[in-house]
């Protein structure tokens, strides 16, 4: 059995819902209750921008407070969750309720894959935009805006986001990344697009580079991809093991006295 000191909290990243056939954490969240722990698994906007999706992380991570009656979580967040948590830390006065901040995959220095879909014209970007948000907001999302969501995810953006937002003291803030080797995944056209774009090796997604904040403890292994990382598909036994890489951060923190 595994004790921390305070709740893991894992946090989703863009376009992850909990919804029908599309989980965050999927598998990954029971196999950690498993082993003794207390962790929630968040449910913010799957394409909010950065800002909105903030706001609802803190009411998200407040309710979990009260619930637990403690003072401070353990936050976990992938890909984009990690730039939503930043946020809300700093911007959002909960610097005294995150003891720590693992981020996977996050791209704190910004997606040239994202920078390169905005550069499509106005009228097919905005078109695009439409239906993608109203698939989300039938899927639960309060306030989609996945143009904003580009936007905020832009190298020249996140070097901003950067210098407006600094780590704060009293958190402790790590990050992890991930390479796609293999070609069976699912994911190996877009990291060909990807890595195309980030001149970089990447996950399918984000690359190692802009992977890196905080105290950076190195690549995850096991060719994970993106979207394995969070669950969103593969088998019972091979989310297990993915759940393994959750396990190794837990007690990392653990021997923080987190």
């Known amino acids: 059995m595994i004790k921390t000191r305070y709740p893991i909290v894992l946090v ?3 376009m992850v819902k909990d919804f029908l056939f599309w989980h965050a954490f999927r598998g990954i969240s029971d196999h950690l209750k ?3 722990l207390t962790v929630y698994v968040t449910n913010q906007d799957g394409v909010g921008s950065v800002a909105t999706n903030a706001l609802q992380l803190k009411a998200e991570i407040l309710a979990i407070l009260a619930k637990e009656n403690c003072e401070k979580v353990n936050l976990i967040a992938h890909s984009k969750g990690g730039v939503d948590c930043r946020y809300m830390i700093t911007h959002l006065g909960m610097e005294n309720s995150v003891a720590s901040l ?5 791209p704190h220095h910004g997606s ?3 920078a390169q879909l905005l550069k499509m014209p106005a009228f097919a970007a905005k078109s695009v935009a439409f239906f993608n ?10 306030q989609p805006d996945i143009l904003q ?3 905020d995810l832009t190298p020249e953006a ?7 937002t600094p780590d704060m003291p009293g958190v402790y803030y790590q990050s ?3 390479t796609l080797t293999e070609k069976k995944s699912l994911l190996y056209l877009p990291y060909k697009v990807s890595r195309h774009c980030e001149q970089d090796a990447t996950d399918g997604m984000v690359s190692v580079s802009s992977s890196q904040w905080g105290e950076y403890q190195g690549d995850l292994g096991d060719d994970l991809d993106h979207f394995k990382m969070v669950g969103v598909y593969g088998r019972k036994d091979k989310l297990t093991g993915v759940s393994m890489h959750y396990l190794h951060i837990i007690r990392h923190l653990q021997s923080l006295g987190f």
């Open 34 to 36: 498993a082993q003794g």
């Open 102 to 106: 693992t981020t996977l995959s996050t």
């Open 149 to 151: 969501l580009g936007k």
């Open 158 to 164: 996140m070097e901003q986001f950067n210098r407006n």
């Open 12 to 14: 989703h990243g863009m």
């Open 176 to 178: 992890y990344s991930s």
């Open 112 to 114: 040239g894959l994202s």
């Open 133 to 142: 948000d109203l698939f989300f907001r039938i899927c639960g999302d309060k």
